[in-house]
């Protein structure tokens, strides 16, 4: 693709600028029906079933994460109804929606159609975003309303107007009620609010503290809900914030491979390139805008290095600070220019911007293509996508099985069982998790007089199906049969079935029960790599518990 030649302003390109328009809006419409079609055609991973489960509640908030995930699903399948796209149609909407404010943050800052094609290519070219932003996770509805924050904050570098500190408030509010790692941009709005002159000025207006309040007012939701539940999420997830282990280059290997591989091989130097030469630029002449782009994407990569040092940083963790980061390599290449910088150097520069965005396009469909029509699996058990495929044939044993016992009810011990499961019964039969309780605070009943009394069918993977949770009950379980869940040939989980009798479990167990605590976030450095993972880092595969 030929990205067009700087103009003075873009609200009047010439013809041949606006062929290009054309074939840029062309390229990205194409790849948005890409991402629709992957969207209705992938197996709905675990998480995702997990999340749909959430939307089907009215709890305020939940154990795991804020309930913006549940919305983003609930407005797809109001859409679509329960259907794959309906659960990920509102991750398709995300996408484009940053990457419009990535184009409107370039073209303020830049005026320069050449630097607003790169910002809004870049996304496209890398596979998290380019692809898997079809997989909707509390990280897809952190992305636009984080990158909508700095878009507010641009506007109000652009225009000098007070009032925009408050529609970053509520942005930052609506950040916070997606994930609470939205909070890591804390750090880039304290410098762009104090370190270039205007700091008085803003220290002294209400504007600034006012966007505090909207945040917060905006978040309150998630607060009413942990202060009626003893802070769970809170606790749940300083586990995992709080914890330290011992130096490990896998850990380290795998976070930067994770990086390489959903940002783009070639695109993750570009942009980090020009972040830094855009943090230099901030710091050293105080210019606001470049402080706040450069200090959103250093700081949370440069925490979550560390934190790589000793724990599995999970794969989507960084994922909301790239856009920033494209926006800010964009930008860079038009600063380069203006600043006088050597010829070769602004050249060199944006031919590997070019290199980048077109290799990592032509990645990123041959990755659909594989998913979407090819009949091989290269990975093996390893596979992030067929590794949560095939539940159907668990599901179809687990069917029968219930006419043959003549079972009521569906138990399991693990969230993920659970979440499919009921993806896939739809509530046609109370499908309950025995353990891990405290992740269903606030769940409507799941049909208790179905349950009490009846016969119970066991559904489990092995080997959790032996897990130590049994001996707080007085089940009686009679072995059925082992069912296999494949992908393309390759056998991913076998599945234990039993019959359950002699007992009904605890909804609400007592807080200190076995049946109630959910698993520690972070109790292993080196997690066992399995089946179902979530990451992609040069073959190199990992999973994590509520993520």
Do not use: C
């Not at 328009?21 to 992938?42: C, D, E, P, S």
């Not at 992740?439 to 119970?456: L, M, Q, V």
């Amino acid at each position: 693709m030929t990205i067009p030649p700087p103009i003075q302003d873009i609200a009047g390109p010439d013809r041949i600028a606006l062929r290009q328009w054309l074939t840029v809006a062309a390229v990205i419409a194409a790849l948005t029906a890409m991402r629709v079609v992957y969207a209705g055609m992938i197996d709905l991973r675990t998480d995702e079933a997990y999340y749909w489960t959430w939307s089907k509640e009215s709890a305020l908030s939940f154990l795991d994460h804020p309930p913006m995930i549940a919305w983003f699903i609930r407005f797809g399948t109001a859409i679509f109804g329960d259907t794959n796209l309906g659960v990920r149609f509102a991750g398709i909407v995300a996408m484009l929606v940053t990457q419009l404010l990535l184009a409107d943050i370039v073209r303020r800052a830049t005026h320069d159609v050449r630097a607003v094609v790169i910002a809004v290519l870049m996304p496209e070219a890398a596979l998290y975003y380019g692809l898997l932003m079809a997989k909707v996770s509390p990280d897809v509805a952190l992305i636009p309303f984080a990158v909508a924050m700095v878009w507010a904050l641009v506007r109000l570098h652009e225009s000098n107007d007070a009032r925009w500190w408050l529609a970053a408030g509520a942005f930052a509010g609506l950040a916070l009620l997606s994930k609470f790692t939205a909070v890591m941009l804390l750090p880039a709005v304290a410098a762009f609010l104090l370190v270039p002159k205007w700091r008085s000025r803003w220290l002294a207006s209400p504007y600034p503290w006012a966007a505090a309040l909207i945040a917060m007012i905006v978040f309150s939701p998630v607060l009413i809900w942990n202060s009626q539940h003893d802070w769970a999420s809170f606790r749940f997830q300083l586990v995992r914030a709080t914890a330290t282990h011992g130096l490990s280059f896998r850990t380290v290997g795998d976070y930067i491979g994770l990086q390489f591989g959903l940002v783009g091989f070639i695109l993750l130097p570009v942009v980090l390139s020009g972040v830094v030469l855009t943090a230099w630029r901030g710091y050293r002449r105080g210019d606001a805008l470049a402080i706040l782009l450069s200090t959103a994407v250093l700081v949370p990569f440069g925490y979550f290095f560390w934190k790589s040092l000793s724990l599995r940083v999970g794969d989507t963790w960084p994922m909301f600070i790239w856009p920033v980061g494209f926006a800010a390599a964009a930008i860079n290449i038009t600063m380069l220019s203006r600043e006088g910088w050597p010829a070769w150097m602004v050249q060199s520069t944006m031919r590997w911007a070019r290199v980048a965005i077109a290799s990592g396009i032509v990645f990123v469909v041959a990755v659909f293509l594989y998913y979407v029509v090819a009949p091989w699996n290269f990975i093996g058990r390893a596979d992030p996508i067929g590794g949560e495929a095939g539940y159907q044939q668990v599901v179809a044993r687990a069917e029968a099985q219930l006419q043959a016992t003549g079972a009521s009810w569906i138990a399991t011990t693990d969230y993920r069982t659970y979440a499919m499961l009921r993806w896939f019964f739809r509530d046609r039969v109370p499908v309950i998790q025995i353990n891990e309780r405290g992740r269903f605070e606030g769940f409507r009943d799941p049909g208790i007089s179905a349950i009490r009394g009846h016969t119970g069918l066991y559904v489990g993977r092995e080997p959790d199906h032996a897990s130590p949770v049994w001996r707080s009950t007085t089940a009686i379980r009679e072995p059925l049969e082992r069912v296999n869940r494949s992908w393309r040939g390759i056998v991913m989980d076998t599945y234990a079935l039993e019959k359950l009798t002699g007992w009904m479990p605890e909804l609400s167990p007592p807080k200190d029960s076995p049946l109630y605590r959910p698993r520690a976030l972070a109790g292993n450095p080196h997690p066992q790599l399995r089946v179902g993972n979530r990451g992609l880092a040069v073959g190199v595969y990992s999973k994590d518990i509520g993520t």
